[in-house]
């Protein structure tokens, strides 16, 4: 098993990722998930595009898909922080150019804002729901695997959603 990996921004972090029972602070949780990084160990490159994640961390073996529907918080956070700034840019231009508001101008930002901020955001939203679910719902003995991806394969079949 290779060792921890630690928390480059935080070098007086102690967690262990390997031990089910320990789960960072909830600041280092936040930290690395606005990083894109695995919120448990700190590891770079969990995503293997931009939209595809991969399915374990590759330092410490965290399953990132926890339980089954575990997706549906990333769309909640996705949407949040959509229409929060498609909020923003509606009235800012609106109290910007009043009282000759040019309803083109408009129309463009806030549509580039509804398709850019939720194409953007999205891996951010799915690496800060993660933070949010360890923090609120600690590790259970069994969720950490091999970090290669050897070990618990039979879960992330299972989590496929293919039926056999």
Same mark, same amino acid.
């Given at each position: 098993?290779? +060792?921890? %990996? *630690?928390?480059?921004?935080?070098?007086? /972090?102690?967690?262990?990722?390997? /031990?089910?029972?320990?789960?960072?602070? @909830?600041?280092?949780?936040? @930290?690395?998930?606005?990083?894109?990084?695995?919120?448990? =160990?700190?590891?770079? @490159?969990? #995503?293997? !595009?931009? #939209?595809?994640?991969?399915?374990? =961390?590759?330092? =410490?073996?965290?399953?990132?898909?926890?339980?089954? &529907? !575990?997706?549906? &918080?990333?769309?909640?956070?996705? $949407?949040?922080?959509?229409?929060?700034?498609?909020?923003?840019?509606?009235?800012? $231009?609106?109290?910007? $150019?009043?009282?000759?508001?040019?309803?083109?101008?408009?129309?463009?930002? =806030?549509?580039?804002?509804? %398709?850019?901020?939720?194409?953007?955001?999205?891996?951010? *939203?799915?690496? %800060?729901?993660?933070? #949010?679910?360890?923090?609120?719902? +600690?590790?259970?003995? &069994?969720?950490?695997?091999?970090?290669?991806?050897?070990?618990?394969?039979? *879960?992330?079949?299972?989590? *496929? &959603?293919?039926? @056999?």
């Amino acid at each position: 098993m290779p +060792p921890p %990996i *630690s928390d480059p921004a935080d070098p007086t /972090d102690p967690t262990d990722p390997t /031990d089910p029972a320990a789960v960072p602070p @909830r600041g280092t949780l936040a @930290r690395r998930a606005l990083t894109r990084r695995c919120p448990l =160990c700190g590891a770079r @490159r969990i #995503f293997r !595009h931009w #939209f595809t994640m991969l399915p374990r =961390c590759p330092g =410490c073996g965290l399953r990132f898909q926890r339980e089954a &529907g !575990h997706w549906s &918080g990333d769309l909640g956070i996705n $949407t949040i922080v959509s229409f929060g700034t498609l909020l923003v840019v509606l009235l800012g $231009t609106s109290l910007l $150019t009043y009282p000759n508001i040019d309803a083109g101008k408009l129309l463009v930002a =806030c549509a580039a804002t509804a %398709i850019g901020v939720p194409v953007l955001f999205y891996p951010f *939203s799915k690496t %800060i729901w993660l933070a #949010f679910d360890l923090a609120v719902n +600690p590790l259970r003995p &069994g969720e950490l695997g091999d970090a290669d991806g050897d070990g618990d394969r039979g *879960s992330d079949e299972q989590d *496929s &959603g293919e039926v @056999r």
